[in-house]
């Protein structure tokens, strides 16, 4: 089980707008430690989409944005297109006991239908 | 072109030992933190290890801790992983990964903008 959690599955139609949440607790994102999403496809390296909550580094196009709510952070994509298949990860840092530690979400896998 | 490249990765049987390599070129390999993360057949990213720029911070995750051990030789700009005691469940592609923040705190905490293509390792008698 990750620390942390992310729905499993999300689908949407070219062109649409979809959300993936990413849930914590207070020893990651709770604690104020930034989030950031990585888009990758199995067996590929993953790329790095969205930085800081909100950032996008250079090359990724807005239609990917994130945003910040308490423990939870969201990735949202605009106009959806087939090449955005892909499954989506969040990633932050935990200061748990036994840490610190780099955690991942269990990952989002995006269809489009 | 900044670039990483793993290497190192095999067939090995269970309780044997592996060793990976991670070469970096096109950025001030020393002034990055570095991680391992690995990709299980059919499960989600999971991070393994890293390594601060200045060595000063290292971290394993619980599944490998005593038994995984991270390095790296700013010399030769690169990242190793000692594998010893391998366990079915240790079977994926490990990458590497480099921090975004130059001389971060810590691996990992600002993200990772760079990875490697990844290589496999295989645990079966």
């Known amino acids: 089980q990750s620390v942390l959690t992310q729905p499993p599955s999300v689908s949407g139609a070219p062109g649409q707008r979809v959300t993936i949440s990413c849930t914590g607790s207070?020893?990651?994102?709770?604690?104020?430690?930034?989030v950031h999403w990585y888009q990758h496809l199995p067996g590929t390296a993953p790329k790095l989409l969205i930085y800081?909550?909100?950032y996008r580094p250079s090359g990724v196009p807005d239609r990917f944005s994130g945003s910040k709510s308490g423990a939870s952070a969201s990735l949202a994509i605009t106009g959806l297109q087939a090449a955005d298949e892909a499954d989506y990860y969040c990633?932050?840092?935990?200061?748990?006991?036994?840490?610190?530690?780099?955690?991942f979400g269990g990952g989002t896998k995006l269809t489009v239908v | 072109e900044v670039q990483l490249v793993e290497s190192g990765g095999g067939l090995v049987q269970p309780g044997r030992s592996l060793r990976l390599s991670c070469a970096a070129s096109g950025f001030t390999f020393d002034d990055y933190g570095m991680s391992w993360v690995r990709e299980a057949p059919g499960k989600g990213l999971e991070w393994v290890s890293g390594?601060?720029?200045?060595?000063?911070?290292?971290g394993y995750a619980d599944s490998v801790k005593g038994r995984f051990t991270i390095s790296r030789d700013n010399a030769k700009n690169s990242l190793y992983l000692q594998m010893n005691s391998l366990r079915a469940e240790d079977m994926g592609l490990y990458y590497c990964a480099k921090d975004r923040n130059k001389r971060g705190y810590s691996y990992g905490l600002d993200g990772m903008d760079v990875w490697g293509q990844g290589t496999t390792v295989t645990v079966s008698s």
């Open positions: 390594i601060s720029w200045n060595t000063d911070s290292i």
């Open positions: 207070s020893s990651n994102i709770g604690a104020g430690y930034d």
């Open positions: 990633q932050s840092y935990d200061s748990s006991l036994s840490g610190p530690y780099v955690v």
């Open positions: 800081g909550y909100t």
